[in-house]
């Protein structure tokens, strides 16, 4: 990878799978918050607007020289994907914001390999603040709930808080303290020590042969097996037969490669 610590990586990787799951999980009649017109499309009928969000996130699999990068098999994956989002949108009732769209089209017209933390929205970035593909329309106060992975039934601008009212997404908030193995842990209690993971109470992740369910459950450097027992992930160069193999690499071609973290991301979305 590209970065000087696998911490970086780790997050990132994360935080690009939370934006698109959040886009997807979210649910909207495709009414946009903006009525202009932008990129020469209408967002609203679904078409133009799923080609041009593929061309921008397939862009990456080009600058970034993913393996086994297929333009093609990219476009038609995307694409689908964002009708995925259009679709579940429908069912939720809630707002398509052409405001983050073209934020986001913004971000990814790049010529070259973003870093990962292009991909961290912040509120200190007036070019690229937290933001939500959909929306509702719940006011600061109001009563408000997820849906499904970071979404939720808040107006733009606005975050569905732990207390579930909607409260402005750029407040200053203190972040958890870190807590101890055994304690409770949660966005509201705390955060977990380096080798522990949270389940409700911090929980330490286990060593070679010990069980698993997901990788997260294992020591850094190991991964959960289709067995459920922790087990050294394979180097770079090594062979594998899926991504989870591969320490902070990834599997193409049965080769763990040493790809950017956007190549991680087309690929979850079976875009590579």
Not at 84 to 97: K, N, V, Y
Not at 228 to 248: D, I, L
């Amino acid at each position: 990878m590209t970065t000087a610590s696998t911490k970086p990586i780790k997050l990132a990787f994360a935080l690009l799978s939370l934006l698109v799951f959040s886009a997807c999980e979210s649910g909207a009649a495709i009414t946009s918050t903006d009525t202009s017109e932008t990129s020469g499309t209408s967002v609203g009928d679904g078409t133009d607007s799923a080609e041009i969000w593929a061309e921008a996130w397939c862009r990456a699999g080009e600058t970034c020289n993913c393996t086994g990068y297929s333009e093609a098999s990219c476009l038609i994956a995307m694409a689908a994907f964002f009708n995925q989002i259009r679709e579940s949108a429908e069912t939720q009732s809630l707002i398509f914001s052409e405001t983050c769209f073209d934020q986001w089209l913004t971000v990814l017209d790049a010529s070259e390999c973003l870093p990962p933390e292009t991909f961290f929205p912040s509120c200190d970035n007036e070019n690229s603040p937290p933001c939500q593909l959909f929306v509702g329309e719940q006011a600061i106060g109001d009563a408000c709930e997820h849906v499904y992975a970071g979404n939720d039934s808040c107006a733009e601008g606005l975050s569905c808080g732990e207390s579930l009212t909607c409260q402005d997404t750029c407040v200053d908030l203190p972040p958890p303290d870190e807590v101890g193995p055994g304690e409770p842990c949660g966005p509201n209690q705390g955060i977990c020590p380096d080798d522990h993971y949270c389940s409700g109470i911090c929980v330490a992740q286990g060593g070679a042969g010990a069980p698993c369910d997901f990788g997260y459950q294992c020591i850094s450097g190991l991964y959960c097996t289709d067995n459920k027992v922790c087990m050294p992930a394979h180097a770079v160069g090594e062979p594998c037969t899926s991504t989870a193999q591969c320490h902070f690499s990834r599997c193409a071609a049965g080769i763990c490669v040493d790809d950017a973290v956007q190549c991680y991301y087309l690929e979850s979305y079976l875009a590579l």
